[in-house]
């Protein structure tokens, strides 16, 4: 079955960095739009960065522009987030999304998410 697996997360100060990875199976996503959305402890899950499957479109929330960076290999069906200067507001678990089909934007596949912890 298709399957997303996150994985970087981790205990960090701020100001640190981490490059997230989310490596998909059961499935080749190369031609698939793929994004990462995270989770804070009390909050609902928000968007944090799309990209298209040529990496021609790419977006980002307005929280993390010019902080985090998506980008992939399709080679080896992986996607990933680089953050750079992480704030504590940036604790959340991260999911990887990608959506039933290619031609299609609305996330259906999900990973189990990869904690990141900022601290102080």
């Known amino acids: 079955q298709v399957q997303l697996v996150e994985s970087g997360g981790g205990l960090v100060q701020a100001g640190d960095s981490l490059r997230l990875s989310c490596v998909a199976s059961?499935?080749?996503?190369?031609?698939?739009?793929m994004g990462w959305f995270r989770q804070a402890p009390g909050k609902e899950r928000e968007f944090v960065a799309r990209i298209s499957w040529n990496g021609a479109n790419i977006g980002y929330a307005d929280s993390v522009k010019g902080r985090f960076t998506i980008s992939r290999d399709n080679a080896k069906n992986t996607v990933y987030l680089q953050i750079n200067n992480l704030k504590p507001e940036d604790t959340a678990v991260y999911y990887c999304?990608?959506?039933?089909?290619?031609?299609?934007?609305?996330?259906?596949?999900w990973g189990q998410g990869t904690q990141v912890t900022v601290s102080s």
């Open positions: 059961g499935r080749t996503f190369s031609n698939y739009i």
């Open positions: 999304a990608a959506p039933k089909t290619p031609w299609q934007s609305d996330y259906y596949y």
